[in-house]
């Protein structure tokens, strides 16, 4: 588990670019880190490892302070792959797979058993790639070897810093399928940073909105569509899935002013981010359902408010 409690990081004194963060990254998670350039989240995500020092706060890995960590143990522990591949281009793809467990001085069987095992599950062949030349692999297959890579001394935390942005939609499409089946099959705990929404939405089994180094929203995918806090992750939303339409709540209906003052204290109660959906089934059986804080709506007002917003609700 990883802790964030109260940590900023200013480069400027008086000038947080990362301010009171407050979260926890849980065991085998996939945990996506997402907001508009600038917002904190590379640099937050480069905290975990150390990478960028942290400034006030602490940050813990399994209830122990990063800073007591030994340095290289953490970063053994952890491991990371970046948006520029950065394979080393005179070794071999079996030698760059093997770069840490060779540091760690794994028996030579375990570790040419390592990079079979890595390759044949991103769909690569051992036997025809382990040899090859880094300049050989297309930019696709060198990103999945830096996938890898950061897997091959089995880390129990992975860091992803935007790994899939410089490929073109074919590979981009591939490399989040193998992620996902690798994380299905490992079962990681995976810091992931990205800008594209579809991207988080798709990956993430939680997903941390952030702007101007803050945390917006925290939540499920599910969560996250269908009851955005604020207005910043509603133009987010909107901004990075094209196709994303808000559901509707009972919230927008009130807002519209097709409730009413309540007059009866008998009907059942729903809240106000409850789906207009959950309503309707609840006029179809009765002339009156109670909002909480609101008043009430009829069956007549709930018509009026379909009609006006030219929606059609599924029963």
């Not at 692999?137 to 810093?161: C, H, T």
């Not at 009851?227 to 009972?250: C, H, M, S, W």
Request: hydrophobic share 40%; proline share 5%; aromatic share 6%.
């Amino acid at each position: 588990m990883i802790q964030f409690t109260d940590v900023s990081k200013e480069y400027t004194p008086g000038q947080p670019v990362v301010s009171g963060i407050n979260l926890q990254i849980n065991d085998g998670e996939f945990f996506v880190l997402i907001g508009p350039s600038g917002s904190g989240k590379t640099t937050t995500l480069k905290m975990i490892n150390r990478l960028i020092p942290l400034t006030s706060g602490w940050i813990e890995v399994n209830g122990k302070p990063i800073s007591d960590f030994n340095l290289q143990e953490l970063r053994w522990n952890m491991g990371y792959v970046l948006q520029q591949i950065a394979l080393f281009p005179n070794m071999t793809v079996e030698e760059n797979i093997l770069v840490v467990p060779e540091m760690k001085k794994w028996p030579k069987e375990k570790m040419r058993e390592r990079v079979t095992e890595l390759l044949t599950t991103v769909g690569l062949d051992p036997e025809q790639y382990r040899n090859r030349e880094i300049s050989a692999l297309s930019g696709g297959e060198q990103q999945r070897i830096g996938v890898i890579r950061a897997l091959a001394a089995d880390p129990d935390i992975i860091l992803m810093d935007e790994p899939f942005s410089a490929l073109d939609p074919i590979s981009r499409h591939q490399l989040r399928k193998d992620v996902t089946e690798l994380q299905r099959k490992l079962q990681k705990t995976i810091v992931f940073v990205t800008h594209d929404m579809q991207e988080a939405i798709q990956l993430g089994d939680r997903i941390c909105l952030m702007n101007h180094g803050k945390i917006e929203q925290i939540g499920t995918p599910q969560e996250i569509l269908e009851q955005p806090k604020n207005d910043f992750v509603r133009e987010f939303l909107q901004t990075g899935l094209p196709n994303y339409k808000e559901a509707v709540k009972i919230r927008h209906l009130v807002e519209a002013g097709f409730s009413q003052e309540a007059t009866s204290g008998s009907s059942p109660i729903l809240s106000m981010e409850e789906s207009v959906e959950t309503l309707v089934q609840l006029l179809s059986q009765r002339p009156i359902v109670s909002i909480q804080g609101a008043g009430e709506v009829t069956q007549q007002g709930l018509l009026a408010y379909l009609a006006q917003e030219g929606l059609e609700v599924a029963q």
